[in-house]
């Protein structure tokens, strides 16, 4: 009888605590992504992109200039789910909130995705490596992989506040209501001066990009998944 009580606590307990894992783990990246949909169709043809720059190959996506690749409708209230893989030298992005995409730079939020092992990333500002918000708001810790090996990140774009994580843990936390100026972060360092609008003043809601072939090394996509959210969530 005691055996049998003891069986059944311990077996509550790893029950608990399994739910608290997959609780915790959750909220870094989705557990299931049933109720996501992807960004694209396979074949493209929802997507908004220069015309023979990006291709998907057994479902990778990879561009041959530095152009971007849109969707075709404007999101608001979002958790995107993917995995990039770098190349030597990659620098690459997500963007989110874009009102312009022909002018996205400074009409957008940026999630940079680097190779933060090139010496060019590596030497570069804290904020331009990756899981920063490029320019604005460095990672917590680099977490990328080596260059040839698949990553997982998730970025949840809720009004104001932008959550990232990469590879099992959130790297980067915004609060765009925080960002007032145009040339100075809240802790005093400066912002690229082709960033020329506020984080406070930017919209909400936009299209969805993914940044092409930029500094010359490639970027590789696969698994690109969207949710829109609810109040609650």
């Known amino acids: 009888m005691m055996a049998l009580l003891l069986l059944a606590i311990m077996t509550s307990g790893v029950s608990a605590k399994d739910k608290k894992d997959k ?3 959750d909220k870094v990246h989705p557990t299931n992504t049933d109720d996501y949909l ?16 990006w291709t998907s190959t057994k479902g990778v996506l ?3 200039e530095d152009e ?38 400074p009409n957008s939020v940026e999630i940079q ?26 990672p917590t810790k680099s977490l990328v992989k080596k260059a040839g090996e698949w ?6 774009c809720k009004g ?13 936390k915004m609060d765009m209501d925080l960002w007032t100026s145009a040339t100075k972060n809240p802790d005093g360092s400066e912002i690229p001066a082709w960033l020329s609008t506020p984080f406070n003043k930017l919209a909400t809601h936009g299209f969805i990009g993914l940044q092409g072939k ?20």
């Not at 930029?214 to 969530?233: D, M, Q, S, T, W």
């Open 23 to 25: 609780k915790k783990a």
């Open 62 to 64: 990879t561009a041959s």
């Open 214 to 233: 930029h500094a010359g090394a490639p970027i590789f996509f696969r698994n690109v998944k969207i949710k829109e959210l609810k109040n609650e969530e």
């Open 113 to 138: 995705i680097a190779d933060d092992y090139a010496k060019q990333w590596a030497e570069s500002p804290k904020t331009w490596q990756c899981g920063a918000i490029f320019g604005h708001l460095a």
């Open 68 to 105: 971007a690749i849109w969707s075709n409708k404007e999101y608001k209230n979002f958790k995107i789910d993917l995995e990039f893989k770098t190349a030597a030298g990659t620098n690459s992005g997500v963007i989110v909130y874009c009102t312009d995409e022909k002018n996205w730079i």
């Open 160 to 172: 104001k506040k932008i959550k990232v994580a990469l590879n099992d843990e959130v790297v980067n």
């Open 151 to 156: 990553n997982r990140m998730t970025i949840t």
């Open 38 to 53: 992807n960004l694209f169709k396979a074949d493209l043809s929802d997507a908004t992109f220069k015309k023979g720059v």
